[in-house]
């Protein structure tokens, strides 16, 4: 489905009003909207649509999504040593940095620090751990959503059944290296740090850049209403 084939199939979701869940739960507003618009479920990574994902939200909805993992080339000190020197014990006893990042130092000592060109992450006894360009986290995100297809949902329960009305389509396209850099600054765009001790080396689960779906808008370069 291509995105006019994808507005023409929507104007007709949009004169519903209100349609039944296909699914409970979180992804039932996902199941929903790709059922009546005539895309099968799948598990392959590939676009929904021609060139773009497809992203369902339901308003005022407070999820969070991850949107890429980065790690390549992005580390300084070594992780096992990162993860020796600074982690923390999980139930089991096992060392890990497992953290959302800000600009305030953390209970391990750890923050998030803004240059002209990266934002790193470091210790206040002056080490720094890990550092990513705002160049390469743009061609990650480029490279990982080119396009995005965000969907608007009222919501709303009739007994035990969550009932949806699609009401709005938005384009995305594309993002910068200041867009990315004043999200993180500004708290849109957060910056998980997901690894642990496995013995011989550590075991990185890749560092998760994640944003509020409601916030979705703010980081793309253009943003269009198409239905």
Do not use: C
């Amino acid at each position: 489905m291509d995105i006019n084939e994808f507005i023409t199939s929507f104007n007709k979701i949009k004169k519903l009003g209100f349609i039944k869940s296909l699914r409970k739960g979180p992804t039932g507003v996902g199941k929903t909207l790709e059922t009546y618009l005539g895309i099968k479920e799948n598990n392959i990574n590939l676009p929904d649509l021609e060139g773009a994902e497809l992203k369902a939200h339901r308003y005022n909805s407070d999820n969070m999504i991850t949107l890429f993992t980065f790690n390549r080339g992005a580390w300084i000190m070594d992780p096992l040593e990162a993860v020796k020197r600074y982690g923390t014990k999980d139930i089991n006893g096992r060392l890990g940095l497992y953290f959302t990042m800000s600009f305030t130092q953390n209970s391990a000592g750890l923050y998030l620090y803004l240059e002209n060109d990266a934002v790193s992450v470091r210790h206040i006894d002056g080490n720094v751990l890990v550092r990513w360009k705002f160049s390469d986290l743009q061609e990650q995100f480029n490279n990982k959503i080119p396009a995005l297809v965000l969907v608007y949902a009222r919501s709303e329960f009739r007994g035990d059944d969550e009932y949806f009305e699609f009401y709005k389509a938005l384009l995305l396209k594309g993002t910068t290296k200041d867009i990315l850099k004043e999200s993180i600054k500004n708290g849109v765009i957060l910056i998980d740090l997901r690894l642990h001790d496995k013995g011989t080396m550590a075991r990185n689960h890749g560092t998760g850049f994640r944003v509020h779906e409601k916030d979705l808008p703010l980081i793309f370069s253009m943003s269009e209403v198409i239905a």
